[in-house]
């Protein structure tokens, strides 16, 4: 391999192991490409086959006649019409399995706006998950050639890494403190693999966590909780952390749920971290009392014990700090503590 090419091999595996968004990484990318294949406009984008959408990381050089028809739904018809999506080596207008003249984006737009030539590179993980595409077009018919082809069809899964949401995901839950294992949650309640973590029986297709944990984000980008977790009868706790995901492919995941162990509980009891959860809810005492079955003299006891084991003077300030530091137990999960302990040991 020539050591110009080996530069370009070097720098691209760098940028994929950058941190920052995809975006951000698909455009560093466009240097060291540059050099393989001298591009006078390129594209990386996502494919949401499920939503027959894209979703553009970076584009440029391209005009806005040209760049609107390569974000329609008729480009990706004509994709998938020509095969241009299906598994396989980069494509060059000339290695295309059909004439030029039978395909639009080239005869209606890329010809006319002055391109001479261009390539399809197929983005999929090493994992085998179809992200989308690179897209590059030259003004000269000796670009791209034989070998430029060629290695950045040994690079598409380097490049799909680089720009896969699922791999920024990863990294950024792996930031949780002590994360010992996790999911990803879909669009249908379904769980999927995160990558990097395990998963967890509490975390298990149909939990009541999963709902619970889409509850507790409302609107928001992270939430954190916790969760009984009974299995072995020692009344212990999970820290459950919530992050919703970005609105990139594959859109049918809409949030990272990641279990730890939990954070200093200042000595609360498993009631008064129930009263805490209804106190972030926002209910009165009397609304308290009713739902955990106690007198309103009791849920002003516990509220009494809560203030004091936080230093927080009034249920407001202790119900901030218990948002702030995810020290409480959302009801759904105070009221089917056992039916987790139930999942999780059927689970087990």
């Known amino acids: ?27 560093a990318l466009l240097a060291p490409i540059g050099r393989l294949v001298p591009f006078v406009a390129a594209r990386i984008y996502l494919l949401d ?31 998938e019409l020509h095969g241009l999506g299906r598994k396989g080596p980069p494509l060059r207008l000339r290695d295309m399995p059909v004439p030029p003249e039978r395909i639009r984006s080239w005869t209606e737009y890329l010809g006319p706006a002055g391109f001479r030539e261009g390539m399809v590179v197929r983005l999929t993980t090493s994992d085998g998950r179809y ?45 949780v403190g002590r994360a010992r294992a996790g999911v990803l949650l879909t669009r249908d309640g379904s769980i ?3 990558p990097g973590l395990p998963g967890h029986p ?36 999970l820290q459950v952390t919530v992050l919703a995901c970005p609105a990139l492919p594959p859109t049918y995941v809409t949030a990272a749920i990641v279990v730890s162990p939990p954070v200093d ?32 003299r009791t849920v002003n006891t516990h509220l009494e014990h809560i203030g004091a084991k936080l230093g927080a003077r009034g249920r407001t300030l202790a119900a ?16 089917s503590q056992v039916q987790v302990r139930r999942r999780a040991a059927a689970v087990a």
Not at 1 to 26: H, I, N, Y
Not at 63 to 79: G, I, K, P, T
Not at 203 to 231: E, I, T
Request: some cysteine; glycine content about 8%.
């Open 49 to 79: 086959m499920m939503r027959r959408a894209e979703h553009p990381l970076v584009c440029v050089g391209y005009d806005e006649n040209v760049r609107s028809y390569l974000e329609s739904r008729q480009h990706l018809d004509e994709l």
């Open 320 to 335: 901030v700090y218990a948002l702030r530091e995810g020290v409480y137990i959302p009801h759904p999960l105070g009221v």
């Open 202 to 237: 509490v975390l298990a297709n149909g939990s009541p966590l999963l709902g619970v944990a889409v509850a507790q984000l409302k609107g928001m980008s992270r939430a954190s909780f916790l969760c009984p977790y009974d299995r072995d009868g020692a009344g212990t706790h």
């Open 192 to 194: 999927r693999p995160l």
């Open 131 to 175: 992200l989308g595409i690179l897209g590059l077009s030259t003004d000269s018919v000796a670009h791209p050639t034989d070998a430029a082809r060629d290695v950045l069809g040994a690079l598409s899964p380097v490049i799909a890494a680089a720009v896969d949401p699922l791999g920024s995901i990863g990294a950024v839950t792996r930031l």
């Open 265 to 296: 509980l200042r000595r609360l009891t498993r009631r008064e971290l129930q009263v805490l959860g209804l106190v972030v809810e926002g209910h009165a005492n009397r609304r308290i009392a009713r739902i955990l079955r106690l007198t309103e």
């Open 1 to 27: 391999m020539r050591s110009d090419t080996l530069e370009v091999v070097s720098e691209v595996a760098a940028v994929a192991a950058t941190p920052g968004s995809a975006a951000e990484r698909a455009e």
